[in-house]
């Protein structure tokens, strides 16, 4: 298990040399370094005995199938875009242990079919809107999707037929109703598993996410001329809703609140700001906690804004409720985690991932593994050796669980 999980590391380091820019880790949804993703990956699948496809919008597709397979597959699978200057494990590790796993597969003689998936895109980087990959899969793809265009005037479509794809196809891209589920291998993306010196854990669900659009609007004026007492300071406003929101959140028991972007208007050093557009990130995994907090911060900032004069104007931009993950999928990766002689864990993800799509269509679960530093979305993103190689024990026990019941 040691060398397969050195090779799996090794193949994410490769694939991270596959970039739109050279020094940094970045490839966004059906760019030029997803052609060299896709060929390598392929590779790997045809060794492997998989029969190899990419559905309309641009998803790898690997299946496995034993001639005494049952009559339900598995699916496996994780996203291979990257947000810009990325980590080189983020999504594509996910994509790499699927195919050890399918190795696994095929070296204990198991009975069972495995679709393995690299989702095309996750992270929303060039169209804005994530999970396209996903999306299509789960039979959620929404056609008003082909008219976004990137920031280049590109439109979804343009860029699924550039690709050579149909994007008129896209519904053949549905995963097939013999699937029993979906499990997708992930890094935490966070600093939990590190600080209590786990290997791996089991999630429980992905936490429900509002995202919302909020500007104070106050009045621009002279800097040197307007006394402190009569001026309506929209940012000033702002920072103190903004000290509210992080105050607020470190007192509510696994609520996280973030403003994570700041626009002012007329953004200069002598005039005192007339309007201040800022974001608000609210994650929890109960969706009653999440909307209570919501509703409370909203009050606080319309309270801010009164005293001070100024206006208040909220737009939801996202209100996507939590969602668990598989009873009884879940269960079984938490016994192969106990069976290879792990401690159990499960725990709720603060970051949304494929797996939160495929769960609107099929029985789904997620193993973590952990982050070193906590650091994800960053150069510095790493795994460890060890890690990747419980990964690869737990999956062969879990494997062969599910394969027991895949032929009924």
């Not at 307007?226 to 300071?233: A, E, F």
Request: aromatic share 4%; proline share 4%; charged share 25%.
């Amino acid at each position: 298990m040691k060398e397969r999980a050195l090779h799996a590391i090794s193949e994410c380091r490769h694939l991270a040399t596959m970039t739109e820019e050279p020094g940094r880790i970045t490839r966004r949804f059906l760019t030029r370094p997803v052609h060299d993703v896709h060929a390598h990956l392929r590779d790997r699948m045809v060794a492997l005995g998989m029969e190899v496809r990419v559905d309309a919008v641009g998803n790898l597709r690997g299946e496995w199938a034993p001639q005494n397979a049952g009559k339900r597959r598995l699916v496996l699978g994780s996203h291979i875009d990257t947000v810009p200057d990325a980590g080189a494990f983020d999504g594509v590790l996910g994509v790499v242990m699927a195919l050890e796993w399918v190795r696994l597969a095929q070296q204990d003689l198991l009975p069972m079919a495995i679709e393995v998936i690299a989702f095309s895109e996750e992270e929303g980087v060039r169209f804005g809107v994530p999970f396209i990959g996903s999306r299509a899969v789960a039979g959620r793809f929404d056609p008003t999707l082909l008219a976004l265009k990137d920031g280049n005037g590109i439109s979804v479509g343009d860029a699924i037929r550039a690709f050579g794809l149909d994007p008129t196809t896209v519904d053949d891209a549905r995963v097939h109703a013999d699937a029993l589920g979906f499990v997708e291998i992930h890094i935490e993306q966070g600093p939990t598993l590190e600080a209590e010196s786990r290997s791996l854990a089991v999630v429980s669900r992905i936490v429900g996410q509002t995202r919302l659009s909020i500007e104070f609007g106050g009045q621009a004026n002279h800097a040197g001329t307007t006394p402190m007492h009569m001026r309506r300071d929209a940012l000033a406003g702002a920072a103190e809703w903004i000290t509210v929101v992080e105050a607020f959140a470190s007192r509510t028991e696994d609520l996280t609140a973030t403003v994570g972007r700041v626009l002012i208007e007329p953004n200069a050093g002598n005039v005192i700001p007339g309007k201040a557009r800022i974001s608000l990130d609210v994650r929890h995994a109960l969706d009653a906690e999440r909307e209570k907090a919501v509703e409370e911060l909203l009050t606080r900032g319309r309270v801010i804004a009164d005293r001070r004069a100024l206006g208040f104007e909220c737009t939801r931009q996202m209100n996507e409720p939590a969602v668990p993950m598989d009873e009884r999928l879940t269960t079984y990766l938490a016994h192969a985690v106990e069976a290879a002689g792990f401690p159990a864990r499960t725990m709720a993800s603060g970051a949304g991932h494929d797996a939160m799509v495929m769960a609107t269509r099929l029985p789904a679960a997620i193993l973590f593994l952990r982050s070193p530093g906590g650091i994800s979305h960053h150069p510095a993103e790493t795994v460890l050796e060890e890690d990747v190689e419980a990964a690869l024990h737990v999956g062969r026990i879990f494997l062969a669980r599910v394969a027991s019941e895949a032929g009924s």
